[in-house]
């Protein structure tokens, strides 16, 4: 064990570095050359020094406990019993949007612009099941086997013919948000679970079958909030249309 | 959700107990990595991102605004864990066409230049639409001629670029740009900066493993 550990140190440490030295050099390149900026030296080593360990620590670790742990879940399932992580995998995905920091910045985000007409709370819970379908959806894929074109085009022409509806803000916001629920979590547990399950399904290439399951992640709060931002519109519109009666 | 993995794990494949403590240490590793690292970030890169973005705009040169965004989106994709997480995925599913660095240079340099033209249509106050369908445009252009399995890699590496590192970093960057220009244009300036962002490692993902040509 203690083999393992300091062999997968070893190479996230190697990892990390070709992460942290370029960002390390532009800093410091910045600092040399604008002078407001000295007071920030002390930070800038103290940021570069955690960033540094804290990556290799965060990649050995996903690589020693994340990685393993998906592939072997997926493992411990049989031809006859892979179903179960459709199931599994929708709950997975609503658990993991729910734990996602950045999803709850969004939703403080998102009250703050509608001046509280939206809920929060709605917003998260519609994220938090979109995500979970949408893993469940990309299980099924694995198993079942189609395309991933199937749900990905139809899902992006839904996005541009929603997108001119949505309140402007909405759009924007939108967009951003793709990027909040495919945080660490659904990189390695998750799409372990499906590349392993592909592995240990006859026939399947987990390379085609397993993978794109993060741009559907991508997508699905990009849906949902532009679906909010439509219904928020046509909600002001209404408004204004009283208001003038 | 470490809990829920760490169930799963135990209920369904048994670990012995030495697994399971490798897995624990995995798990603290992890969570106190990335929160010391994303601590480590911010306290480098957010300074500068926002100095650079008023900088930028005070020079008001358009190679410099497209020079910066480029080394920015570049650098930041780098320090994006999720990236090399992804490769590393793909080197487990035994589909690699290229060496790992090869996918995440190309990954890094489109969103480089994807950022660049996001800052540009910030400072020139283009509208946000258009840009984006011909971006997609481009996409299903390149997508109708690559591999199968192209495709879903390319939007994969798409939806991880924009990931705890590359967020607030870019946020910051195009925070500094509108407030330096006297913060005209409304608040949708700012959002949809991720959105163009993101189409850039896209294309350039699907470039590479067009010009490979096919699985491994």
Known sequence: ?245 | MALCAGALLVALASPGPEDLGTFAIGVLLTVIGLGVFLEGVRLVLLPIGEALGARVTGVGSLALILGVGVAIGTLVTLAEPDVRILVGQIDRADALVAPRWAYVVVVAGGVGISLALALLRSVLNLPLIPLMLAGYAVIGALAAIAPLEAIAFAFDFGAVTTGPVSVPVLLALNAGVVTTLGGQGDVSRTFGLLGIASIGPVIAILLLLIATGGSG
Do not use: C
């Open chain 1, 1 to 245: 064990m203690i083999a393992t550990l300091i062999d997968t140190l070893g190479h996230a440490a190697v990892e990390a570095a070709t992460a942290v030295v370029p960002v390390a050099l532009v800093a410091f390149a910045f600092l040399a050359f604008d002078r407001r900026s000295r007071s920030r030296v002390r930070s800038s080593v103290i940021g570069i020094a955690f960033a540094y360990v804290g990556l290799t620590a965060f990649l050995a670790g996903v690589e020693l406990a994340f990685l393993p742990a998906g592939e072997r879940v997926a493992a411990s399932f049989d031809g006859a019993t892979m179903w179960l992580l459709v199931p599994i995998g929708f709950l997975l995905g609503a658990v993991a949007t729910i734990a996602e920091p950045a999803v709850r910045v969004m939703r403080v985000q998102v009250e703050r612009v509608s001046a509280g007409s939206i809920d929060g709370r709605l917003l998260l819970t519609a994220i938090a099941l979109g995500v979970g379908a949408v893993v469940a959806t990309a299980m099924l894929r694995v198993l079942v086997d189609f395309p991933l074109w199937w749900i990905l085009l139809p899902g992006y022409i839904l996005v541009f013919i929603l997108a001119p509806f949505a309140d402007r803000q909405f759009v924007g916001m939108a967009f951003d948000s793709g990027g909040i629920a495919t945080g660490p979590m659904a990189v390695t547990f998750i799409l372990s679970l499906a590349i392993g399950a592909a592995q240990n399904l006859p026939g399947r290439d987990p390379a085609t079958l397993a993978f794109g399951m993060i741009a559907l992640i991508a997508m699905a709060p990009i849906l949902t909030v532009l679906i909010l931002g439509v219904i928020y519109r046509r909600a002001a519109l209404t408004t204004q249309e009283e208001t003038f009666r």
